[in-house]
């Protein structure tokens, strides 16, 4: 008999405890709230009235949601929607004075959400960067300045060989061609 009403106890402590909401969850729903994502609070809402908390605590974050909800709206000029939440809101809690505020400056007036037209970012000119500008450059060690200046000396030579390659390509190219001309007038003799 005394094994009976252990387990039983422990059964209903359990059960108990299993349908209890953490604190840590609830810590999650506000900071849901904060952080204005909306719908995943609304998800831990709904996931704590499918948990059978107390009645008390549960009205209590129904109407934190309602409340950062509706400011929401009321900061992007979305009056009728905002009213909504804070109508719920004030039925429940009527003397904290946010929502006083809210609901007495929206009761009694003809509401309509505003339309919020996104300004176009202004459109910058694109700059094409031409050769010889110059790049700054952050170095952190000799060795790697001796390599950047090297590497810079390296690309200038480089270019100045393009070019006398390109000359002496060209005097070769005549010269050749000057003799293929005395060959050919040689051989017509």
Sequence with gaps: MKNILITTLLLLAISLFAESIS????????????????????????KFQNAKIDQAKYELLETEFWIAKGEDLYQQKKYKSSFEYFNNAYSRWRTNPLIKERYTELAGKVLHDEEQVQPLPPIKPIKKQTEKEKEIVFIDTNSDSYFIINSFRIESLENELKFLYGIAGSVFTLLLIQVIINLILLIRK
């Design 23 to 46: 604190e840590e969850e609830i810590f999650s729903f506000r900071y849901s709230l904060k952080n204005k994502n909306f719908e995943e609070a609304s998800d831990l809402l709904n």
